[in-house]
Nanobody, 124 residues
Framework: VQLQAFGGGLVQAGGSLRLSCVASGRTFSNYNMGWFRQAPGKGREFVAA????????DYADFVKGRFTISRDNAKNIVYLQMNNLQPEDTAVYYC??????????????????WGQGTLVTVSS
């Protein structure tokens, strides 16, 4: 699967951005999708995930109530709506795909295919 993320940029604290990730190369609607991020000098961390049918989601505690993950299976796109962004949200954001068809659970460790990342910078 090929994943291409875009939508990052520079935003002031309190602002919003919507990231998009376009998938190609396999049947998008069969796979759980996720967003991860990597801040400068830190390891990659989980942000959010959505099950293949779109009815179940999972969020890291630090984004609950601020970020929303969604998907459009007809367009092969997964989104991450980010509101009330803070300087600590500054990172490269990556979309990722699970490698198991129609996995029932959302497993944060199951994502094996990665996009190239898009940079989000939040100024104070």
């Amino acid at each position: 699967v090929q994943l291409q993320a875009f939508g990052g940029g520079l935003v002031q604290a309190g602002g919003s951005l919507r990231l998009s990730c376009v998938a190609s190369g396999r049947t998008f609607s069969n796979y759980n999708m996720g967003w991860f991020r990597q801040a400068p000098g830190k390891g990659r961390e989980f942000v959010a995930a959505i099950r293949w049918g779109g009815l179940r989601t999972d969020y890291a505690d630090f984004v609950k109530g601020r970020f929303t993950i969604s998907r459009d299976n007809a367009k092969n796109i997964v989104y991450l709506q980010m509101n009330n962004l803070q300087p600590e949200d500054t990172a490269v954001y990556y979309c990722a795909a699970d490698n198991l068809v129609r996995r029932v659970t959302l497993d944060r460790g199951a994502f094996r295919s990665w996009g190239q990342g898009t940079l989000v910078t939040v100024s104070s």
